[in-house]
């Protein structure tokens, strides 16, 4: 429903904007991506590992907000969802990759607490996708059987390890694409 707030090419146009070297950023990150998006360092912690482990020109609260400023909708795919949940009478939990701070922006920004159900983000669970562990915090917390589930994921990995759960799994490539695969799941679309 919404683009990768923190990928490649916004930590690329921050590096490009702020005038940071791109690589050394980039390999500060990945040495610490995984601790955030746990939920194991604050924002600030982050950021002090990955840009304000030097003098900068420029205020950690300029580099956080043109962060948040990444994030954008896919309002075509929120409509839908929306109008899955109402005509289906679904519960929609959201899995994601996401740490916290970045991840309650982009919650309140764009409304996604008005019709989501449940959010199982791995910086509340502590753990990440691929680990099938969050796959099943997300079953337990729904109270849903599995045989009731449909997850919808643009990383084929993702969908791979949700279907070996046993969870009907949809690899998102486009809106068409995955309204006729839900409606041939028996669910309504129009």
């Known amino acids: 429903m919404l683009n990768n707030g923190w990928g490649h090419e916004s930590r690329q146009a921050a590096a490009d904007y702020f005038k940071i070297d791109f690589d ?26 990955v840009v304000f482990y030097e003098k900068r020109s420029f205020k950690p609260v300029q580099f956080q907000n043109f962060m948040f400023d990444q994030s954008t909708p896919y309002l075509d795919m929120i409509e839908f969802i929306k109008q899955l949940k109402e005509q289906n009478h679904l519960k929609i939990a959201v899995v994601n990759n996401e740490a916290r701070e970045l991840n309650e922006h ?6 996604l607490d008005q019709f989501v159900d449940f959010f199982i983000s791995s910086c509340f669970v502590h753990y990440r996708k691929p680990d099938a562990d969050i796959f099943r915090i997300a079953l337990d917390i729904a109270q849903v059987p599995v ?4 997850y919808i994921e643009d990383m084929q990995m993702f969908v791979d ?11 998102h490539k486009d809106y068409a694409l995955t309204s006729a695969e839900l409606a041939s799941m028996g669910l309504r679309t129009d």
């Open 147 to 150: 045989e009731h589930v449909v």
């Open 161 to 171: 390890v949700a279907r070996d759960l046993g969870i009907r799994s949809v690899r």
């Open 106 to 111: 982009r919650i309140k920004k764009f409304h």
């Open 24 to 49: 050394d950023m980039e390999e500060r990150h990945h040495l610490t991506f995984v601790t955030y998006e746990e939920g194991k360092l604050t924002l600030n912690e982050y950021l002090n590992l």
